[in-house]
């Protein structure tokens, strides 16, 4: 199957990022290069690192960025692998780093890889295939509890209680091995008249998927990293479509931009606490009318905007 995904914020992202030609730029999740492409154009002297975890992204990515020659370095890692991925080739401050996160279009669609509930497929859901944990060992592994806890804060699920009920059910029959298996599962724990808003299985599968990727865990432990490996001035442009990626990115920001811990009464900072930058969006940048109606997936997308503290010969 080609690789397909609209990558979506993309002339948003791209005019945040400041891209300078002889810059040093950072995708960490290059997915099919369609942010990097754009990247890449504006560079002379500059270099662009894209990485990825999945090897299907960065088959597809290489070719596409093929054009640009030795400008492009592509990397099969995990994102939060940046830092130490990037100073192995000498490289320990950059002037921009994109993140699109969530699970791209083509994942979706190649119904091998079992992060739909569109397609009878294994449940595998992982983003790196090396990986060992899938989908699978959660959906027949985990506690009744952890998996009520996931569905309910990673799905937000008001039925999240009852679905966890019904999956352990149904597994102490048989292991349950496949996306059509689960569908139905989830489908009996929602009552009928509830299930006209959507698929019924969205909720637990985005659960599952961003359990199965530990992507919450990812972002939190990442975003520090990514701060700190900021030229003055430089810029990170996070694209989120989940509340609670939105939120890490929004606090974690707020935190760089304000670290002091003084009490609000005190009449100067005494905890030494120095800002690294400032949040260049107050509130995030969300897709157009056209956008929208072109990518319906795009619909929860939000763009978040740090830059790094500039110095006085960067001013």
């Given at each position: 199957?080609?690789?397909?995904?609209?990558?979506?914020?993309?002339?948003?992202?791209?005019?945040?990022?400041?891209?300078?030609?002889?810059?040093?730029?950072?995708?960490?999740?290059?997915g099919?290069?369609?942010?990097?492409?754009?990247?890449?154009?504006?560079?002379?002297?500059?270099?662009?690192?894209?990485?990825?975890?999945?090897?299907?992204?960065?088959?597809?990515?290489?070719?596409?960025?093929?054009?640009?020659?030795?400008?492009?370095?592509?990397?099969?890692?995990?994102?939060?692998?940046?830092?130490?991925?990037?100073?192995?080739?000498?490289?320990?401050?950059?002037?921009?780093?994109?993140?699109?996160?969530?699970?791209?279009?083509?994942?979706?669609?190649?119904?091998?890889?079992?992060?739909?509930?569109?397609?009878?497929?294994?449940?595998?859901?992982?983003?790196?295939?090396?990986?060992?944990?899938?989908?699978?060992?959660i959906?027949?592994?985990?506690?009744?509890?952890?998996?009520?806890?996931?569905?309910?804060?990673?799905?937000?699920?008001?039925?999240?209680?009852?679905?966890?009920?019904?999956?352990?059910?149904?597994?102490?029959d048989?292991?349950?091995?496949?996306?059509?298996?689960?569908?139905?599962i989830?489908?009996?724990?929602?009552?009928?008249?509830?299930?006209?808003?959507?698929?019924?299985?969205?909720?637990?599968?985005?659960?599952?998927?961003?359990?199965?990727?530990?992507?919450?865990?990812?972002?939190?432990?990442?975003l520090?990293?990514?701060?700190?490996?900021?030229?003055?001035?430089?810029?990170?442009?996070?694209?989120?479509?989940?509340?609670?990626?939105?939120?890490?990115?929004?606090?974690?920001f707020?935190?760089?931009?304000?670290?002091?811990?003084?009490?609000?009464?005190?009449?100067?900072?005494?905890?030494?606490?120095?800002?690294?930058?400032?949040?260049?969006?107050?509130?995030?940048?969300?897709?157009?009318?056209?956008?929208l109606?072109?990518?319906?997936?795009?619909?929860?997308?939000?763009?978040?905007?740090?830059?790094?503290?500039?110095?006085?010969?960067?001013?």
């Amino acid at each position: 199957m080609e690789f397909n995904h609209y990558s979506v914020l993309l002339a948003e992202t791209i005019e945040q990022l400041h891209v300078r030609p002889e810059g040093i730029y950072v995708d960490g999740t290059l997915g099919g290069g369609g942010h990097a492409y754009e990247v890449c154009k504006q560079l002379t002297t500059g270099h662009f690192y894209g990485i990825d975890q999945d090897d299907a992204a960065v088959e597809a990515a290489g070719k596409r960025l093929e054009p640009f020659g030795d400008k492009v370095t592509i990397l099969r890692n995990n994102y939060c692998n940046m830092r130490s991925a990037l100073a192995e080739r000498g490289v320990t401050k950059v002037d921009g780093i994109v993140l699109d996160l969530g699970v791209s279009s083509y994942q979706l669609d190649e119904s091998e890889r079992g992060f739909s509930y569109r397609f009878d497929a294994p449940l595998d859901m992982r983003m790196d295939r090396r990986q060992t944990v899938t989908a699978r060992e959660i959906i027949n592994g985990y506690s009744e509890n952890d998996l009520y806890r996931i569905i309910r804060d990673y799905g937000e699920d008001k039925f999240s209680k009852n679905i966890a009920k019904h999956i352990v059910r149904a597994r102490a029959d048989k292991p349950i091995e496949t996306t059509f298996e689960l569908n139905e599962i989830i489908k009996a724990a929602i009552p009928a008249r509830m299930r006209k808003d959507g698929h019924p299985s969205k909720r637990t599968f985005q659960a599952v998927r961003i359990e199965c990727n530990r992507e919450l865990d990812v972002l939190r432990d990442s975003l520090e990293d990514f701060i700190e490996m900021l030229n003055p001035g430089g810029r990170l442009c996070i694209i989120t479509f989940h509340s609670l990626e939105d939120r890490i990115v929004k606090s974690t920001f707020k935190k760089n931009e304000n670290p002091c811990t003084c009490p609000p009464g005190f009449p100067v900072c005494v905890c030494g606490m120095v800002s690294k930058g400032r949040v260049v969006t107050g509130k995030p940048i969300l897709p157009g009318e056209r956008e929208l109606a072109e990518n319906s997936r795009s619909k929860s997308a939000k763009l978040r905007v740090f830059e790094a503290k500039q110095t006085a010969a960067n001013v």
